[in-house]
């Protein structure tokens, strides 16, 4: 049985380390928390995290590599699904002005790019040019509509 003070004290120190860390609490609902802690539960006896330089270089490119992989799977996708492009504007903390591309295919969304256009005069001409881009990036033959929010 996992002694009370002791669950305690674990709890007491992941909740110390995402206040210090500035990590938002919601990361406690994400599917890969969970499989983080799970992890942790099963490592050998003994086991020590990864070093700064291991999570920023090795296994940085091992998990670039597992979401290409993953992309790759769903942009296959687009052949059978068509492609709808989807852009909306927002404003950041420092209030620019920024357009949000996604590919959606199937149900499934995929972040394409996002520009910051405080400096550019929001016309027809100029939201289309990022447009297109996206256009490009998908393949001229598999997009099927374009969706914008306009604010």
Request: net charge negative; proline share 0%.
């Given at each position: 049985m996992f002694h009370i003070t002791r669950r305690e004290d674990a709890d007491q120190k992941i909740a110390s380390c995402l206040y210090q860390n500035g990590v938002p609490f919601n990361i406690e609902r994400s599917p890969s928390w969970a499989d983080l802690v799970h992890a942790i539960n099963t490592a050998p006896k003994g086991y020590k995290s990864p070093n700064y330089e291991k999570v920023r270089t090795s296994l940085l490119d091992k998990e670039q590599i597992k979401v290409q992989q993953a992309l790759t799977t769903l942009m296959q996708d687009w052949s059978t699904?068509?492609?709808?492009?989807?852009?909306?504007?927002?404003?950041?903390?420092?209030?620019?002005?920024?357009?949000?591309?996604?590919?959606?295919?199937?149900?499934?969304?995929?972040?394409?790019?996002?520009?910051?256009?405080?400096?550019?005069e929001k016309n027809t001409a100029n939201i289309a040019e990022l447009l297109f881009k996206a256009i490009d990036y998908v393949g001229p033959s598999m997009w099927c509509k374009l969706l914008r929010c306009n604010r």
């Open positions: 699904h068509g492609v709808s492009i989807i852009s909306d504007g927002w404003s950041n903390l420092r209030n620019e002005a920024l357009v949000n591309v996604m590919a959606v295919s199937g149900g499934r969304a995929i972040f394409i790019s996002a520009y910051e256009v405080s400096a550019v």
